[in-house]
């Protein structure tokens, strides 16, 4: 098993800078990526970016892409989501996920492609 503990959330301005932290435990020698999905009220859950564990290749939702940046730090077993220029339309509760499996990269952005998923973290962005 592999547990997901997302960290960092809170209320910040809109054009402000948030950074969220996820940290993996358990099996986390045998992960293959680590993602950010998000949920919005009313709405479904949407894929934010990913970052592959091993190669460090990162992708990312057109929404965020050049605001938002993902990163690992591998000794730690944590994967950082820095948000920079945020706009309101980015208030979600913000999930981080594990992928077990190299499934093709096509899944990454794909929520059913994911094995572990974490508590979620509630990110508010004021106008």
């Known amino acids: 098993q592999e547990q997901l503990v997302e960290s960092g959330g809170g209320l910040v301005q809109t054009g402000g800078s948030l950074r969220l932290s996820c940290e993996a435990s358990?099996?986390?020698?045998?992960?293959?990526?680590i993602g950010w999905f998000r949920q919005a009220p009313g709405r479904e859950r949407e894929f934010v970016a990913t970052?592959?564990?091993?190669?460090?290749?990162?992708y990312y939702a057109d929404s965020v892409k050049g605001r938002f940046t993902i990163s690992s730090d591998n000794a730690k077993n944590t994967v950082h989501l820095q948000m920079n220029s945020v706009k309101p339309e980015d208030t979600a509760v913000y999930y981080c996920a594990a992928q077990l499996f190299n499934r093709g990269y096509y899944t990454l952005t794909q929520m059913h492609a994911y094995d572990y998923w974490g508590q979620g973290t509630q990110v508010t962005v004021s106008s």
């Open positions: 970052i592959v564990w091993s190669a460090g290749s990162t």
């Open positions: 358990g099996r986390t020698f045998s992960t293959y990526a």
